[in-house]
């Protein structure tokens, strides 16, 4: 029962370096959905995805790249990092049920505590 | 637009003293509300939610809400505090597309 994980707890990078956030989980959820968050300003939606191949911004994409290939895999990239991305991220999961009243309850992994220097 | 509103951004109260952290929401049609709690260091977890029926909800941890929807609030409270509660707590409303706009959150310190 991995549930949703993240990988790495913890990094540390350059301004204008890649990096990669990984996220991977086990229950075949249709939605996953990447979060940053900063102090002051609560959880804000950086991407989100409804199923593989189906990606779409949230309300602070920019500087942000997304992929699924797999249902199970979201990674977030930070193309050429910035001071400003310096954050918490938090990815999550849902299940969109068909039919009766949708479930969007949101499973969230541990979070990715990323420095930007 | 959705939002959602959190007044209270730090609270303390005393263990054993009940708690109640407001949450109101702007939205136009029937809310879907939720509220989650996120332990230092952890992720979110889900307290509990409102979709519709009955406007008092229990959740986990003998937290319960009350949805209001003459006063937009969804407010979360729980009787008797623990000194586990100490966390942050944010209230968050179905957006469409599947999504979760979070309030800015309330950060709950408990006294001895």
């Known amino acids: 029962d991995a549930g949703i994980t993240q990988s790495p707890r913890y990094k540390i990078t350059e301004t204008g370096r890649q990096v990669t956030l990984m996220c991977h989980q086990t229950?075949?959820?249709?939605?996953m959905f990447w979060y940053r968050q900063d102090l002051g300003h609560g959880l804000r939606l950086i991407y989100y995805?409804?199923?593989?191949?189906?990606?779409d911004k949230g309300e602070v994409p920019d500087g942000y790249v997304v992929s699924r290939s797999k249902t199970e895999n979201f990674p977030l990239t930070l193309e050429s990092a910035t001071r400003s991305q310096t954050s918490v991220y938090f990815c999550?999961?849902?299940?969109?049920?068909?039919?009766?009243?949708?479930?969007?309850?949101?499973?969230f992994g541990p979070g990715t505590r990323l420095t930007v220097t | 637009a959705q939002s959602v509103t959190q007044p209270d951004i730090h609270i303390t109260v005393s263990e054993g003293a009940s708690l109640e952290l407001r949450c109101n929401y702007s939205?136009?049609?029937?809310?879907?509300l939720f509220w989650y709690v996120q332990s230092p260091g952890q992720g979110l977890q889900l307290l509990l939610k409102?979709?519709?029926?009955?406007?008092l909800v229990q959740g986990i941890k003998g937290f319960e809400a009350e949805f209001k929807r003459s006063q937009s609030s969804f407010n979360l409270r729980k009787p008797s505090v623990h000194w586990s509660d100490a966390a942050e707590y944010f209230c968050?409303?179905?957006?469409?597309?599947?999504?979760?706009?979070f309030g800015q959150g309330t950060e709950l310190s408990v006294k001895p």
């Open positions: 999550a999961s849902s299940v969109r049920l068909a039919g009766g009243p949708p479930d969007y309850e949101q499973y």
């Open positions: 229950w075949s959820h249709s939605y």
């Open positions: 995805s409804a199923a593989a191949d189906i990606t």
């Open positions: 939205y136009g049609a029937t809310p879907y």
């Open positions: 409102y979709f519709s029926g009955d406007t």
């Open positions: 968050a409303v179905y957006n469409q597309g599947g999504k979760l706009i």
